[in-house]
């Protein structure tokens, strides 16, 4: 089989970089996005000029103003990041028909074979960031390997503005150099787990025993890291049109039992989940919903639709009624999320009652959706679910 040819790419303080690059007067400051100095709530990013300051994502705002009480803070203008986004997105799209976007800033692209029509992988990398820059002012981090994994690392590996490939020789060598936080999926949780076991760095990591792992952090998780530990990551880049589930989710920057708030969170969140399901020609048949609370317990629901739908109301709609199943409308909530999965075509489905009301409901979001096409994802939305934006420090 041919090596793969993998393409990570992520962009420099993404938020941050946004608001230099509209606002002249934070060129070359340091810029934390998240909330005004005395407001509780935690940093979004920050631009590189502030991580000087030991600034970054999580951080209490308290905590940087502290830090660097000369920065400027701003709060998040999530419509301006997700236009954003989705101009860095039509630009993938010159490259590669196989894109994964993994969030607001990042994407793989699988490259494998494009080499006649559009040179190396690397020329292709350059070539993104190139693209990136002219039309968007913007820079962006590019790593290039034979695997998520691999690729994902050289890019934050490179990062800011950088190009970096692991290529299969190299890969032993780097991963051993680096402590095991830098595999992907490797929290907090798993890292002290490890230290306890003696673990910090993947060299040691890989001189563990399959079995061992395996007792530890259970059977996949435990192979997962086995693999990982080793260069080994044979996940495909998957299209939203292969992908098996499309979800979203906020951890706020205060714990709420605002239902107001609760559920304009959930309209922004079906807002991006329909129009995407729209984008990939699909219809889900299954909602899920992932509410946390103060305490981490953590709750998911699964309902099946009676057909399957790519409107964002009737997933808002179905969203905000399990969410009342869930929920008693006094717990403080953590982090709610919001997903669809059970996929169809979206052009072989036949609605069995097609009223009046999903009429408009289709209507107007193909209306949305040919103004966004034209404009970006945040030209227009729901006015409801812009306290998403007001008030949201994080979206993952
Ligand atoms: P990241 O790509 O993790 O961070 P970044 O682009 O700001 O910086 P870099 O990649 O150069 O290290 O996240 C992308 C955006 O997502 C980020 O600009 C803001 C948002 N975000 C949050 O709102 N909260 C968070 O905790 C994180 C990590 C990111
Ligand atoms: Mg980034």
């Keep these: 089989m041919t090596e793969r040819q993998i393409i990570h790419v992520d962009m420099d303080a993404f938020f941050a970089a946004v608001e230099q690059r ?11 996005i998240g909330g005004l100095p005395h407001q509780r709530g935690v940093v979004s990013t920050a631009s590189y000029e502030a991580r000087k300051f030991g600034i970054c994502s999580a951080m209490p705002i308290a905590e ?23 101009e860095v997105h039509k630009i993938f799209q010159y490259f590669s028909p196989t894109i994964e976007a993994i969030s607001i800033d990042e994407a793989f692209l699988d490259v494998t074979g494009c080499e006649g029509a559009l040179g190396s992988a690397e020329k292709i990398g350059r070539n993104i960031k190139k693209e990136i820059f002219e039309r968007l002012r913007l820079t962006a981090s590019v790593g290039i390997s034979y695997n998520k994994f691999l690729a994902k690392l050289s890019s934050e590996l490179g990062k800011p503005d950088g190009l970096f490939v692991i290529t ?38 890989r001189e563990l025993p399959l079995d061992l792992l395996q007792r530890q952090f259970g059977d996949v998780q435990g192979y997962r890291l086995f693999q990982l530990s080793r260069g080994i990551d044979e996940r495909p880049v998957e299209t939203d049109r292969e992908a098996k589930s499309m979800a979203r989710e906020v951890t706020f920057p205060r714990d709420t039992c605002d239902r107001y ?70 717990r403080l909530v953590r982090l709610l999320g919001l997903g669809v999965t059970s996929f169809s075509p979206a052009d072989t489905i036949q609605m069995s009652i097609f009223d009046e009301e999903k009429k408009e409901k289709k209507l107007l979001a193909r209306t949305l959706d040919t103004i966004r096409s034209k404009y970006g994802f945040g030209a227009i939305g729901r006015a409801s679910a812009y306290r998403l934006d007001e008030d949201n420090k994080a979206e993952n």
Excluded: H
Excluded at 177 to 184: A, C, E, F, Q, S
């Design 64 to 86: 940087a103003y502290r830090r660097c009480p000369n920065g400027i803070f701003l709060p998040p203008n999530m419509p301006k990041y997700r236009a954003v986004s989705k």
């Design 168 to 205: 299969p020789g190299k890969a032993g060598a780097i991963l051993d150099r680096l402590p095991v936080n830098k595999i992907w999926g490797v929290g907090s949780k798993t890292e002290n787990r490890l230290k306890f076991l003696g673990i910090k760095t993947i060299k040691q990591l």
């Design 261 to 330: 708030y609760l559920e304009s969170m959930l309209l922004g969140m079906a807002d991006i989940l329909g129009y995407r399901l729209r984008v990939a020609g699909l219809k889900s048949k299954t909602i899920c919903l992932k509410v946390r609370f103060d305490d981490f317990q953590t709750l998911t629901r699964n309902y099946s639709l009676s057909e399957p739908s790519d409107l964002d109301m009737v997933i808002y709609e179905t969203a905000k009624q399990m969410l009342d199943l869930a929920w008693d409308g006094k």
């Design 22 to 32: 509209d606002n002249p007067t934070c060129l070359g400051k340091p810029v934390i």
